[in-house]
């Protein structure tokens, strides 16, 4: 079990940028497939973006589509989640999960994933 861990999080304004990163040190690079969900206080965690374990596939939240990008480089075992034209609605934890099942598809669903980071905090400003 290997428990991946975020980095990236901040305080942004409206309109702003971020990038997050996710990285699982210890799991072999380029076999298993990543998701990004969020949870806002007060609400339900959420799914924003996936991606497999070639990075040829990647699936999106509506509500981020054409704002957010997945990525993923094996070589350095990381998988980054660039976020543009931030809105307020966007604040919220944001968490990066992996499936510990050797080339698994890609999920919407949280309860596909095993392995959880701690989480980091993304604020916009408006």
């Known amino acids: 079990q290997v428990q991946p861990v975020e980095s990236g999080g901040g305080l942004v304004q409206a309109g702003g940028s971020l990038r997050l990163s996710c990285v699982a040190s210890?799991?072999?690079?380029?076999?298993?497939?990543v998701g990004w969900f969020r949870q806002a206080p007060g609400k339900e965690r959420e799914f924003v973006a996936a991606i497999s374990y070639t990075g040829s596939g990647t699936a999106y939240a509506d509500f981020v589509k054409g704002r957010f990008a997945i990525s993923r480089i094996n070589a350095e075992n990381t998988v980054s989640l660039q976020m543009n034209s931030l809105k307020p609605e966007d604040t919220a934890v944001y968490y990066c999960a992996t499936r510990r099942g050797l080339w698994a598809a890609i999920s919407r669903r949280s309860s596909a994933y095993d392995d959880w980071g701690p989480g980091t905090q993304v604020t916009v400003s408006s």
């Open positions: 210890g799991r072999a690079s380029g076999t298993y497939p």
